[in-house]
């Protein structure tokens, strides 16, 4: 890259269940939480010399539509020379947010710019107004598992034969235990924006831990659990990311900004890799991007000392460990446990 | 992004940390990010 892309910070909202916690609160309203949220910590930015807001969403209509980028900058309350626009890579919503801000800034386009996304699946239950073309089918360009995201995850199993679910429920435990513990000390609550929501179970509350994590699972609970996508299946609800609601922000510049203006540098971006898989086994993507960035970097698996992988099923986390021969329970890998836990919604969990 | 933010605070003796998730219709994503608290190998 011409120029040094670094995060200076990055928060989220607290996530719910869909239908639950934020099932009366906007999508874009969670959006602006985490946007404020990140500007009251970081007072030393001036919200004016933003230069661009890209936020993700896999639904772009209703409150996430409207270009939720833009529309989130100025319900934000940043400048109205703000400019914003919004991104869909579903999952990777705003991971591409955060690569294409990151772009811009190595092209010296911008200096500093914030990237996020959001996903109200309560609001916009996953496959919302899809209309495929027929010819997805007619053509078998895909198989109709493609479109099913955990049929692509009972594929991995049937790819995987040593992908047993036994393996899977019990990297599930361990994402729970993970979360629990990183809860009790701490290690979560402290990115996490307060933010009110209202629900017609719950009523008004402000929301300041995840509602997923079920801290209580056991291996003999995961056994017992139905398997949705197929009779006798091996992807379960307790293996497997849930349906959820929540927003993520990330602040973005380029190093000399960052260090003119003495912000925190919390990480600095080497290099970014998208690639493509068969649709039916999409929980193996992961395996070529990170091979294709690792190219790039002139790196190998062995330099990479940490590891934040999307749970969004247990089965895809270990068939990317058992690709690079990493033990399931390695200490390097989601040491504060992940989406098992936590929960995904969508295009917010890449700033997560 | 966040998560790996706060092992890179908590562990200085780690260099490179990536990001990666996969992405419905069959593709994956990568960010390699380096630890600016890096103070060299344990």
């Known amino acids: 890259m011409s120029r040094t892309v670094v995060l200076v910070d990055a928060v989220r909202t607290p996530f719910g269940k869909a239908g639950s916690l934020y099932a009366g609160t906007r999508a874009d309203d969670l959006m602006v939480r985490a946007i404020r949220g990140l500007l009251e910590r970081n007072p030393k930015v001036d919200p004016a010399s933003i230069e661009d807001v890209a936020i993700a969403a896999a639904t ?18 940043l400048p109205n020379t703000v400019p914003g626009y919004s991104v869909d890579r579903w999952c990777a919503g705003a991971m591409t947010a955060v690569t294409t801000i990151a772009g811009a800034i190595a092209m010296g386009t911008n200096e500093i710019a914030i990237a996020g996304g959001v996903e109200h699946m309560g609001n916009h239950p996953i496959g919302e107004g899809l ?10 360009i895909v198989e109709q598992d493609a479109l099913a995201m955990g049929a692509t995850a009972e594929r991995l199993h049937d790819r995987f034969p040593q992908l047993t679910k036994e393996r899977a429920d019990r990297y599930a435990l361990n994402s729970q235990i993970k979360t629990a513990k990183a809860y009790e000390e701490g290690k979560i609550q402290r990115d996490l924006i307060p933010t009110a929501a209202r629900s017609a179970e719950l009523g008004w509350t402000i929301a300041t831990v995840d509602e997923p994590p079920r801290p209580q699972t056991t291996m003999e609970g995961l056994a017992g659990l139905k398997t949705p996508f197929r009779p006798a299946g091996r992807v379960t609800p307790g293996n497997s990311s849930g349906l959820n609601d929540g927003a993520t922000a990330a602040l973005l510049a380029s190093e000399e900004k960052a260090l003119e203006l003495g ?3 919390k990480a600095k971006m080497v290099t970014f890799a998208f690639a493509g898989v068969e649709p039916e086994i999409m929980g193996y993507g992961p395996v070529p991007s990170t091979l294709k960035a690792l190219k790039q970097a002139g790196l190998k698996i062995e330099d990479i000392g940490a590891f934040e992988i999307n749970e969004a099923f247990a089965v895809q986390v270990i068939a990317f460990l058992d690709h690079f021969g990493i033990a399931d329970d390695d200490p390097r890998v989601n040491p504060y446990g992940g989406a098992i836990a936590v929960g995904h919604p969508l295009a917010s969990s890449g700033v997560r | 992004m966040l998560n790996l933010a706060r092992t890179f605070e908590a562990h200085p003796e780690v260099r490179y940390g990536i990001t990666t998730m ?14 600016p608290n890096f103070k060299g190998a344990k």
Not at chain 1, 66 to 75: K, Q, T, Y
């Open chain 1, 60 to 77: 772009q209509t209703g409150d996430q539509g409207m270009n939720i980028g833009r529309s989130a900058a100025l319900l934000s309350g």
């Open chain 1, 131 to 140: 209309d495929p073309n027929p010819r997805y089918l007619a053509e078998r």
């Open chain 1, 263 to 265: 912000l925190t540098i």
């Open chain 2, 22 to 35: 996969c992405i419905g219709l069959g593709m994956g994503g990568t960010v390699i990010w380096e630890n």
